[in-house]
């Protein structure tokens, strides 16, 4: 090879654009159903409710904890993180009809609830994620994935605070 095809190859891998960073992850639904996706909330939250404290934000005549935590669990893990979005979702039909409660659900009483409750969102979370990696995979590796099932739920929980961190997020900036 001459001097000049040494250089025109130079010059070719500079231009060659890095390799594409993986895909968006898609939404667990489009794998899994709503259905397979609700009855894993549904464990999740019945796990996490049975080893807490009760859960907080009992409004008289409200919705039940237990409801708005399988609401937001089921959100984050389908990467619905505003509280609006929540809100406005639920008001179209969007979301499973068992998740939203039938009166009272506004994005200030969400956000109330996720202050108020934020570590037991993150532990349902983080159950969810464990047994759907791909729900988790905005926040975890690969190599966190592989791990074994102690070390990946600790990796699943991590995740889940990310998420929720996110969520606060996405609520702090649409209020600015």
């Known amino acids: 090879m001459t001097t000049i095809d040494n250089q025109a190859t130079a010059t070719m891998k500079k231009l060659t654009p890095p390799p594409a960073q993986p895909p968006v992850p898609a939404d667990p639904r489009l794998k899994w159903g709503d259905r397979a996706l609700l009855r894993l909330v549904w464990k999740s939250v019945r796990a996490v409710s049975a080893h807490v404290p009760p859960l907080r934000i009992r409004l008289p005549g409200g919705p039940d904890p237990r409801q708005l935590l399988a609401l937001l669990t089921f959100c984050y893990s389908?990467?619905?993180?505003?509280?609006?979005?929540?809100?406005?979702?639920?008001?179209?039909?969007r979301l499973p009809p068992g998740l939203v409660p039938r009166s009272g659900l506004t994005a200030d009483l969400l956000r109330a609830f996720r202050r108020a409750n934020r570590p037991w969102i993150e532990e349902s979370l983080a159950r969810v994620f464990?047994?759907?990696?791909?729900?988790?995979?905005?926040?975890?590796?690969?190599?966190?994935?592989?791990?074994?099932?102690?070390?990946?739920?600790?990796?699943?929980?991590?995740?889940?605070?990310?998420?929720?961190?996110?969520?606060?997020?996405?609520?702090?900036?649409?209020?600015?």
Do not use: K, M, S
């Open 130 to 176: 464990a047994r759907l990696p791909e729900a988790a995979a905005w926040f975890t590796t690969a190599a966190e994935n592989a791990l074994p099932p102690e070390r990946h739920l600790d990796a699943c929980r991590r995740a889940a605070r990310r998420a929720v961190e996110l969520a606060t997020l996405f609520d702090t900036a649409l209020a600015d």
């Open 78 to 93: 389908t990467g619905i993180y505003a509280t609006e979005d929540i809100e406005y979702a639920a008001r179209q039909g």
